[in-house]
């Protein structure tokens, strides 16, 4: 027996095609819709994850920077401890300066040298004084050169010779002279010696 289909076959596979197609059509876009989303979230979670270790990174350098302005606080506040320990220092060391000062004249006027005014101001000295020549005044800043621990940079700044009485009949020529030293720190001359020292080593 022979069968004959009647129905409008092309119209049926024609709606079955159309029918398949609107369906690949509506899960290939229910697929890129996921797939958006999905995009979407992975983009939105690594935003926010950034977004949290940049707060993170913004306190940690408020911090940073609170502790900056502390050490920058305590750099300022030792320096200021430096600058009074060591005025502290000075003024240690400078209480015993007359006393260097007067034993090292002492130690260092040569004979024939009579001094008659010593005068001081800060760290210089000026010295006037009668020498019976002036290769005494010469010795006496030789002394002072290289003898002395405390006085420093002998300069002679004014030399006169002139004639003095003795006695009615009798007159000298003796040298009237004023020099400039600087005298040294007790402080600044053990800091010398423990420098020349470690250089000698």
Known sequence: MILIN???HREAARKRRKEQFAASALGAAMLGCVLAVLVNYAY???VNAQMERNTVLEQQTAVLEEQIK????????IQALKARQEAVENLQSDRNTPVYLFS???TQTPEGVFLTGIKQEGQMVLVSGVAQSQERVSEFLRNLSSRSDHLKRPELVEIVSSLQAISSREQKRVATFTLRVNIERAADAAKAAAS???VAQ
Request: hydrophobic share 35%; net charge negative; proline share 5%.
């Open 196 to 198: 020349s020292g470690g």
């Open 6 to 8: 009647l129905m409008p």
């Open 70 to 77: 502390d050490i920058a606080g305590l750099r300022t506040e």
């Open 44 to 46: 939105q979670t690594q």
């Open 104 to 106: 090292e004249l002492v």
